[in-house]
């Protein structure tokens, strides 16, 4: 057995312990898949993130849940840019571009007037697909009412890198019900069984803030809910911009909370603008370092 150092940073807050953690292995050349699964398992987080060389970027990223591989994680990708950033590896860049397995995406920095550091990436491009399960089975599986779900917006499937069902639920009270059993999403979600779920409002607890969510994980991720969540936050900016305010043309900038129903408090910046007919996504976010630690595998 070998020692592997993680580093523990919280993304979307700079408030140690708050916003969404991820760990962040650096030096994982030599490591293999199932290894990285295995880290991702021991350090016990919804992701793990392991940066690497990339032959077609600046930077190459791949992410584990306790469960399997994804394609990208929003959360897991600011804390180790921004642990990359400033622990002085990436030679104080102001931009970069990051391979993933949703894509090569753009990524820039910026500090605020004291000199917090935040990181802007750029997402894929939107999808969405129809979702024709049981709405009824939908609320039970979240441990709501059936009328608790807002039939005045659709529900629907939407990636901007990974999927996801964006579900409209009419009050913010809602969500401090909800008890999810994740076991039953996958023969809900019969189109996209591995999909998790994302319950959002547009009642926030913070009155700058536009949208509100909660995010449920697909049982294959070993994980049951992830507290603040980039992806999802990036698809919930283009579902606002198509089904919600669709008659605007210019940049739309959002404000997504998340986690307060489990003590996470976190924030997530979403800017949504067209080009082409189509729509841009990105999202801003920081983080913090919490801690280091060893496991063996």
């Known amino acids: 057995m070998k020692p592997i150092k993680v580093y523990h940073y919280d993304a979307f807050s700079n408030i140690p312990n708050m916003g969404n953690p991820a760990g962040v292995v650096l030096n994982g050349e030599d490591l293999s898949d199932e290894q990285m699964r295995e880290i991702a398992e021991k350090v016990g ?23 399997h591989e994804i394609n990208l994680c929003g959360h897991a990708t600011m804390a180790t840019l921004y642990a990359l950033q400033t622990k002085g590896l990436l030679d104080n860049k102001t931009a970069l571009t990051l391979e993933t397995k949703a894509g090569v995406l753009p990524i820039r920095f910026t500090f605020d007037s004291i000199g917090g550091l935040y990181i802007t990436m750029k997402q894929a491009a939107p999808q969405f697909q129809e979702f024709n399960g049981s709405l009824r089975d939908l609320a039970l599986s979240m441990g709501v009412e059936d009328e608790d779900i807002d039939r005045n917006l659709p529900t629907l499937y939407g990636s901007t890198g990974i999927w996801t069902l964006l579900i409209p639920v009419k009050n913010l009270n809602t969500f401090k019900k909800m008890k999810p059993n994740n076991a039953l999403f996958p023969d809900i979600l019969k189109e996209m069984p591995k999909a998790s779920i994302h319950p959002f409002c547009l009642e926030t607890y913070d009155s700058d803030a536009h949208m509100h969510a909660r995010h449920f994980s697909s049982p294959f991720s070993g994980t049951i809910e992830d507290p603040v969540t980039g992806t999802a936050s990036g698809v919930m900016g283009a579902y606002y911009a198509r089904y919600i305010n669709n008659s605007s043309d210019s940049l739309i900038k959002l404000v997504v909370e998340q986690g307060h129903e489990i003590g996470k408090h976190g924030r997530v910046g979403v800017s949504v603008s067209r080009s082409n007919g189509q729509f841009d996504i990105e999202i801003t976010g920081s983080a913090v370092y919490v801690k280091e630690y060893e496991i063996l595998i």
């Open 45 to 67: 987080f919804n992701e793990t993130a392991f940066p690497l060389v990339s032959d077609k970027a600046d930077l190459r990223i791949r992410y584990f849940t306790p469960g």
